[in-house]
C-alpha cells in the first residue's frame, strides 16, 4: 500500500502565558511515533505560525510536497485568518485543540476556543470550501486523539490507495445478474477506482500457455497440501493450478489491485473447471478477487482490505432462521484458508456440477465479522456487523455460517429488520465481508467521501418503500 503523507503545523499567538513551543514539540515527537506504528510519512512544521504570512508560507510549502492530510494544531489561540490559506491546497484538513497546560491563573493557551473558530469557519464561513474538516481534542499521547487519529489513518490511507487501484472485469457481466452493473465513469468520481475490461478470451490463451509451465506441478501440490482432505479429482486440481498462474499473468500485465472474473456459464464447459477454490487462492495471496463479474462487490472488498490489512471475500445470503435470529452467509467455495475454522476445508467437487472440481467446502470460523456494500447509483452504503457462529449445525456444501448479533452502523437490530432493510432497499446479492468490526473505520471513510451509510428499516407488514439516499 501507498503511505498517506501528514504533516503538523502549529498556530501561535505569543501574547498567551502557556508553553506553545513545549505542546508543539511534544506533538511533533509523538507523531513521529505514530508514524511508525500506523505507517504513514510525517513531515512537521518546527516553527509555529503566528501571522497570516506564516500561514501562507506552510501552505504552499505542504501543496508542493504533496501532502494528504494536513493538521492544524492549535497550540495557541491564533487569528482566524491564518486558516483561510489552507483551503487552496488539495490535502484534506484537520483542527486539533489541546488541554490547557494549567488548571488556574491567566488562561495559558486557549486551544480549544481556536478550534472552535476554525470548525465553524471551515463549515460556515469558507467561501466556497466544501471538504468536510475533521477536530481532534487531547494531548498527543492521550486516549482521546489516539482513538480519533488511528481512524483518520487508516480511512485516509484506504481512500488514497483505492484512487490508485484497478479492478480489471474479466468478460461480460454474468447473465441476468442486473444488480451488479456498474457506472465506471461514478465509481471513478466516488472513489478513484479505474474498471478495465478484458475478455474470456485472454483467460482462456494464459490457461492454455500455462498447460506446460513447471510451476503447476508446484501449485498442485500447494493446493492439495492446503485442505484437510479431497474429494475432487487430481486432474481438476491441476487446472486450477492452471487458472491460478493464468490469472497471475493477467493480473501483473494489467496492474490489477483487484479482479472480477465471468466464472460461469461458459468456463465450467470450455475447460472444465470451476474456478472457487483459484479465487479463494488469490484473495490470500494477496490480490482481491471476486468472483460472477461484480466490480462493486471488489471495490467492497478492496476497502475492507485496505482499511484493515486482512484478506475479504464476498458472499451471498442464503437463509434466514428467525428462531435464532441469525441469518446464514454461503457461497460455493470460494474462501481463503484462513477463514475456515480448525476441522479446514476439502477440495470438492462443485454442488450444482457434481463433476466438476474445484470448490473449498467448509464451516467458516467463528468471530467477529463486518459486511459493506457499496452503491454507486445513490452514493450509499449497506454496513453491518456481527459474529460468525462456532455452534455445530447443519451446513450446505461451500463454505458457509450464521451470522448472529447483528448491527447496522454500529446500532443493534434483529435479523427480521436486517433483512428487511436488505430487501426494502434492494441492495445486491453479495456483501464483502472481513473478519473484524470495523464500523468506525468505515463511516470515516464514507464521511470523507461523502457517501451515506444506510439506516435499518424495521420490519412492517405492509409494502415499504426504500429510503433513497441522494
Not at 485472454?202 to 493446493?223: C, G, P, S, W
Not at 464514507?446 to 409494502?463: G, H, N, R, T
Request: proline content about 3%; overall charge neutral; hydrophobic content about 40%.
Amino acid at each position: 500500500m501507498d503511505k498517506l503523507k501528514v504533516a503538523l503545523a502549529g498556530t501561535f499567538r505569543p501574547i498567551f502565558k502557556g508553553d506553545m513551543k513545549s505542546v508543539l514539540n511534544q506533538s511533533i515527537e509523538a507523531l513521529k511515533k505514530k508514524s511508525i506504528e500506523l505507517g504513514f510519512d510525517f513531515t512537521p512544521i518546527h516553527k509555529g505560525m503566528e501571522t497570516l504570512s506564516d500561514a501562507e508560507s506552510v501552505a504552499k510549502q505542504l501543496e508542493a510536497e504533496n501532502i494528504d492530510l494536513i493538521i492544524i494544531q492549535n497550540s495557541s489561540f491564533a487569528d482566524g485568518d491564518m486558516i483561510l490559506p489552507f483551503f487552496s491546497t488539495s490535502a484534506r484538513l484537520a483542527i486539533w485543540a489541546v488541554e490547557e497546560t494549567t488548571v488556574s491563573g491567566p488562561l495559558p493557551l486557549n486551544s480549544f476556543c481556536a478550534t472552535n473558530l476554525y470548525m465553524s469557519i471551515t463549515a460556515r464561513f469558507s467561501d466556497g470550501y466544501n471538504k468536510p474538516v475533521k477536530w481532534f481534542y487531547g494531548n498527543a499521547g492521550s486516549d482521546d486523539f489516539a482513538k480519533r487519529f488511528d481512524i483518520t489513518i487508516r480511512s485516509l490511507s484506504a481512500i488514497k490507495n483505492l484512487k490508485r487501484s484497478k479492478v480489471l472485469l474479466i468478460g461480460d457481466l454474468v447473465p441476468g445478474y442486473h444488480d451488479v452493473k456498474f457506472d465506471a465513469e461514478k465509481l471513478k468520481k466516488i472513489f478513484g477506482v479505474t474498471v478495465e475490461k478484458i475478455s474470456l478470451s485472454e483467460f482462456y490463451e494464459e490457461y492454455e500457455n500455462a498447460l506446460n509451465n513447471k510451476e503447476v506441478a508446484i501449485k498442485t501440490k500447494e493446493i492439495t497440501a492446503e485442505a484437510e482432505g479431497i474429494d475432487a479429482a487430481l486432474p481438476d486440481i491441476s487446472k486450477a493450478a492452471r487458472a491460478e498462474i493464468a490469472f497471475q499473468k493477467i493480473i501483473a500485465k494489467h496492474q490489477a489491485s483487484a479482479i472480477t472474473f465471468r466464472c460461469w456459464p461458459e468456463v465450467p464447459g470450455k475447460i472444465g473447471l470451476m474456478v472457487c477454490s483459484t479465487i479463494g487462492r488469490l484473495n490470500q495471496n494477496s490480490i482481491v478477487a471476486a468472483t460472477e463479474t461484480d466490480v462493486l462487490g471488489a471495490v467492497s472488498m478492496l476497502t475492507l482490505k485496505y482499511l484493515s490489512s486482512r484478506e475479504t471475500v464476498l458472499m451471498d445470503l442464503s437463509a434466514w432462521d428467525k428462531k435464532s435470529d441469525s441469518v446464514y452467509i454461503w457461497h460455493c467455495g470460494n474462501i481463503p484458508k484462513n477463514w475456515f475454522d480448525n476441522s479446514r476445508f476439502r477440495l470438492a467437487n462443485h454442488f450444482n456440477r457434481n463433476t466438476i472440481g474445484v470448490v473449498r467446502e467448509g464451516k467458516m470460523k467463528s468471530g467477529d465479522v463486518t459486511a459493506l456494500r457499496f452503491q454507486e447509483s445513490d452514493l450509499s452504503a449497506f454496513l453491518v456487523s456481527g459474529n460468525f457462529s462456532d455452534k455445530n449445525s447443519p451446513m450446505y456444501k461451500g463454505c458457509s455460517s450464521w451470522m448472529n448479533n447483528l448491527k447496522m452502523n454500529g446500532k443493534n437490530i434483529s435479523s427480521e429488520d436486517f433483512m428487511n432493510t436488505l430487501l426494502v432497499n434492494g441492495i445486491p446479492h453479495h456483501l464483502a465481508y472481513v473478519d473484524k468490526d470495523i464500523t468506525d473505520d468505515v463511516n470515516e471513510l464514507c464521511a470523507w467521501l461523502d457517501v451515506k451509510i444506510i439506516e435499518p428499516i424495521q420490519y412492517k407488514d405492509y409494502l415499504q418503500k426504500p429510503l433513497r439516499v441522494i
